[in-house]
């Protein structure tokens, strides 16, 4: 079963943005998204941006995609109407690969242009709410993913699932991400697994755990991993490393802010040892 979510606004002053869900006989308006998913729609990006979300949660996978412009589409003020669609299924390989193509389309410079259109023929202006989402037409962008398989699904490392990584936007970390989610599986574990967005704090990704996460304000031009790291860290990235691990888990345990000074350079050695073989520079 598939759950679908429609967020836009019609023409006039009295069809502002609001929430639908949509199924095959009705179009329903909620005050807000999913309680399963409320962070990942909120707090974690700039909603108003284009931003793309994939999460696992209770055995349910989120894709989420946000600020959808369709050309020629404009309010009564002639602002540029905006589209957020959200994808709620449950944990199977056949979805996963759905959405990750989905999410891919949306990152590619080349191929969003397309899908931006398919997905506006799907919702078209009009109805009580300004909008009416067709159920068949958005459920059938996933189904055609899932015949088409048109992404890979080769196995991370043990090294790339385990580490969580932030990266700013820029050409080549974008499209480093498309290329990571069409070649290589999810990793298994719950949470947000991917969020790029604009103008959302390096903290606010840090402290969700996000393990591929883009925005406009993450410092690092690069991929860079970031504390928590695994427990227990790989022995071949720890090596070298015992005693300043050892130091901040102490530090950390008599008084958690006396072990922050050493948080950033553990991360530049750890991120140094990785550089050989991560995935992530796939693209250069």
């Not at 905006?82 to 080349?110: H, M, P, Q, T």
């Not at 490393?241 to 006396?258: A, D, E, G």
């Amino acid at each position: 079963m598939m759950n679908i979510f429609v967020r836009s606004r019609g023409v006039e002053a009295n069809t502002d943005y609001t929430w639908v869900e949509v199924t095959e006989t009705t179009q329903e308006v909620i005050d807000n998204f999913p309680d399963l998913f409320q962070d990942e729609s909120t707090n974690l990006i700039y909603s108003e941006k284009p931003s793309v979300v994939l999460s696992r949660r209770n055995s349910k996978l989120l894709l989420l995609i946000t600020a959808i412009q369709p050309t020629d589409r404009g309010d009564f003020y002639k602002r540029q109407i905006r589209i957020s669609v959200g994808w709620i299924g449950e944990d199977s390989a056949d979805n996963e690969e759905a959405f990750r193509l989905l999410a891919a389309r949306a990152l590619d410079d080349e191929e969003n242009p397309e899908l931006t259109v398919e997905i506006a023929e799907a919702i078209p202006l009009g109805g009580i709410y300004g909008f009416e989402a067709d159920f068949n037409k958005l459920l059938g962008l996933i189904a055609s993913c899932q015949i088409q398989h048109k992404v890979d699904s080769q196995q991370l490392t043990e090294q790339e699932e385990k580490f969580n990584k932030l990266a700013q936007i820029s050409p080549d970390t974008k499209q480093s991400l498309v290329q990571i989610i069409r070649q290589f599986k999810l990793p298994k574990r719950e949470g947000v697994l991917v969020v790029f967005t604009t103008n959302k704090r390096e903290g606010s990704l840090r402290q969700a755990e996000v393990w591929r996460g883009i925005s406009s304000l993450v410092e690092s031009p690069h991929w860079k991993a970031y504390y928590p790291f695994p427990d227990p860290i790989p022995a071949e990235i720890a090596e070298g490393l015992n005693y300043q691990f050892t130091l901040f888990q102490l530090l950390k345990c008599i008084n958690s802010s006396w072990g922050n000074w050493l948080i950033d350079s553990i991360e530049n050695q750890v991120n140094h040892k990785l550089e050989s073989n991560n995935i992530d520079n796939l693209n250069k």
